[in-house]
């Protein structure tokens, strides 16, 4: 069961757009990443992959953790809502729930569950 305290860090390093760092520091090596009831991304190396990937492709990216964060033994849910700008102009907006399953203080799967229409970019509003 992870402690608050760990929770937090976790929080911290995704809200400090750390995202493929958290991976690397949370997960277990053969953790397990689900979107929308797809396909499991598998271990540790593949969640940072693809972390690092969506990372180098925006401009910039806020992410923030929208409280509170519900923890009931070694269940984790997390609202998150994440701000991308793209090189051409376009941002995406999204909120998301992360539910994680935790052995001790290191992630063992997480899923996430979202409106795919979210992705879609939009024109950015001056």
């Not at 690397?24 to 969640?47: C, I, K, W, Y």
């Not at 519900?70 to 992360?98: C, K, S």
């Not at 879609?120 to 001056?126: G, L, T, Y």
Request: net charge negative; with cysteine.
């Amino acid at each position: 069961m992870p402690s608050p305290d760990v929770i937090e860090r976790f929080i911290i390093r995704v809200e400090e757009n750390a995202h493929a760092e958290a991976c690397e520091e949370f997960h277990l090596l053969d953790s397990t990443m689900t979107e929308n009831q797809g396909a499991p991304r598998v271990g540790r190396h593949a969640h940072v992959a693809a972390e690092q990937a969506i990372m180098a492709r925006a401009v910039s990216v806020t992410s923030q953790c929208i409280r509170p964060v519900f923890i009931h033994g070694d269940h984790v849910a997390i609202r998150w809502r994440f701000r991308f700008e793209w090189p051409n102009g376009t941002v995406t907006d999204m909120e998301e729930m992360a539910v994680q399953r935790w052995v001790g203080d290191k992630i063992a799967s997480e899923t996430f569950f979202y409106d795919p229409a979210q992705r879609v970019p939009k024109p950015q509003m001056s």
